[in-house]
């Protein structure tokens, strides 16, 4: 999918859900604007206990479901996983892309345990996304700056060498979590970065990527865009409204039913509006082929081993 996007000059949205309304939101923007999407859930929010003690396999089981009624391509990806364990549960749950968060890793360790996910992945017929480069976080008080670095051109293109993954996510500039303003792109970087680097680059922190250097980052490599923040700004203020002009209904329509009192379903529209604006700028808004072989996720890896009589 990426390959696709990134030659025909396009970018597909990773847009991060956290449970099923916000996972129907992703999808069902995704079929209505006839894109490609990438969905899935992430490891950097969520309390590290939970994920370990079954919170993966559920998500994944989650994923999967949504992702095999999905009549437009879609790949489910685990990302910013936060161990090695997760990685592994992830693979066994039926995600399809696998993301180990190895950004503020020294060079040695980092090159390993990525270059050991490419392997098992790609056995498993999986893709493999890493990191180089480690963004700033937004903070309430600004911006966290301490642990950041730009992704250096000539060790990205060595990372990608040795450790064989499928797309490689960059530091040019780009800001996680940030809401206030347009995070500063570095172009020159990124044109650097492209310059030495084949496979599909990735951005996180699309909340604040400005959308005037949108069209710039496609024509230099980048084929995903990872959004979060903006998508449960959307979600919590719609939410918050609607609970605020519903107190005298019962809270059995309120919460759960999927009924037009639901704020969830609230909640799930702003959302779904978020994510439509943001499939058009990316342009893949259109570029699903319905009813496409691909258009369907992949086997997931039981699936493939069960078909080639094989074990992890
Ligand atoms: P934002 O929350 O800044 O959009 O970043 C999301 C992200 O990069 C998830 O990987």
Redesign the pocket.
Known sequence: MMLRAQRDRYAIGYF?AWDTYSMEAVLETAEEENSPVIIGF?GMMLETEWLDHGGVALLGAIGSHYARRSQVPVALIL??AQSMGQIRQGIDAGFNTLMLDTSTWPWDDAVATVSEITEIAHRNNLTVEAELGCLPDATSEGIDDSAAFLTDPERAAEFVEITGIDCLAVSIGNV???TRHDAPINHAHLEAIHARVQVPLVI?????FPAESIPHAIANGVAKF?????LKKAYAEAAREAISKSTALSVHELMGSHKVTDWCEAGKKAMKERVRTLMRLYGSAGKALRHHPEARICPSPCEARADKGEAR
């Open positions: 991060e992430g990302n910013e996680h979590l940030l996180h922190g699309g909340t604040s990872n959004v979060g923040t903006t």
